[in-house]
C-alpha cells in the first residue's frame, strides 16, 4: 500500500513475554520513528532512524526497549520481558528527512495496540 | 513546567460553531508549529503546517502562531461531525528531519450534529 503500514493491530501477551513490532515505512522515506500513546498521556516519542542507523534512543523507556531497521526500510521494535505498564499503542511514522519546509511532516500508520495481561 | 500544554477535553461544541483549540509552550527556540488530527483507533494526520509566526488559512481551518505570547490556535469554522476527533498540537525547531517534534497531549473534541 500508500501508506505506513504496522503489525500486528493489536497484540495480546502476558507479563514476562517478548513481543515484536514491525513497521514498514512509505517507499522513499529515510527518516523513521516510533512513537507510544498511552491513555491521557500524549504522544511520547521512542526513536528515530535516519536511514539505518539510529542517531536518537533517547526517548526508549529503559533497556527492556529496542529497535533496528535494516534496508533503510522495515523497522522492528522489540520489547523483552513485557510489563503491564507496556500496554499502550505503539505508533510507527516515516518522512522524508531533513531540509525544507514540509519535509518535517510525518505519516503516521495506525498502530499495533499492545495489551499486556 | 511542560514544554507544551494543551487543554485534553472533552470540548463539546453544536454543529456549525466556531471551534478554538490552543496550544501554549515555554521553549522559545520553537519556529515550526503544526496541528495534527487523530481519528480514533487511527494514527495521527497532518492537517496544518505553519512557520514562524501569522496566520495561515486553508478551507475551514485558520492556524495562528503568537510567538510573542508563546501560544498557537486552530479555528475550525462551520464545524462538522467529521470534525469529531483528537487534534495535537507539535513543535518543532527545525523544520527538517521532525526529529525533536514535540507533542501537545491532544485535546478530543465533538461536535454535536
Known amino acids: 500500500g500508500a501508506g505506513v503500514s504496522q503489525s500486528p493491530s493489536n497484540k495480546v501477551t502476558e507479563k514476562g513475554k517478548d513481543v515484536e513490532l514491525r513497521c514498514d515505512p512509505i517507499?522513499?522515506?529515510?527518516?523513521l520513528y516510533w512513537y507510544r500513546q498511552s491513555l491521557g498521556q500524549g504522544l511520547e516519542f521512542l526513536i528515530y532512524?535516519?536511514?539505518?542507523?539510529?542517531?536518537?534512543k533517547s526517548g526508549l523507556p529503559s533497556d527492556r526497549f529496542s529497535a533496528e531497521r535494516t534496508g533503510g526500510s522495515v523497522s522492528t521494535l522489540t520489547i523483552q520481558r513485557t510489563q503491564q505498564e507496556d500496554s499502550a499503542v505503539y505508533l510507527c511514522?516515516?518522512?522524508?528527512?531533513?531540509?525544507?519546509?514540509?519535509?518535517?511532516?510525518?505519516?503516521f500508520g495506525e498502530g499495533s495496540r499492545l495489551t499486556v495481561l | 513546567q511542560k514544554e507544551v500544554e494543551q487543554d485534553p477535553g472533552p470540548l463539546s461544541v453544536p454543529e456549525g460553531a466556531i471551534v478554538s483549540l490552543n496550544c501554549t509552550y515555554s521553549?522559545?527556540?520553537?519556529?515550526?508549529f503544526m496541528w495534527y488530527r487523530q481519528y480514533s483507533r487511527k494514527g495521527p494526520e497532518l492537517l496544518m503546517y505553519?512557520?514562524?509566526?501569522g496566520n495561515k488559512e486553508d478551507g475551514r481551518f485558520t492556524a495562528q502562531v503568537d510567538k510573542s505570547s508563546k501560544y498557537i490556535s486552530l479555528f475550525i469554522r462551520d464545524s462538522q461531525p467529521s470534525d469529531s476527533a483528537t487534534y495535537l498540537c507539535?513543535?518543532?525547531?527545525?523544520?527538517?528531519?521532525?526529529?525533536?517534534?514535540?507533542f501537545g497531549k491532544g485535546t478530543h473534541l465533538i461536535i454535536q450534529p
Open positions: 511514522a516515516s518522512s522524508l528527512g531533513a531540509g525544507g519546509p514540509n519535509t518535517g511532516e510525518l505519516f
Open positions: 505553519t512557520y514562524s509566526s
Open positions: 507539535a513543535l518543532a525547531e527545525s523544520g527538517g528531519g521532525a526529529d525533536g517534534l514535540t
Open positions: 521553549n522559545s527556540a520553537f519556529q515550526y
Open positions: 517507499s522513499g522515506h529515510t527518516a
Open positions: 532512524f535516519q536511514g539505518n542507523s539510529a542517531p536518537d
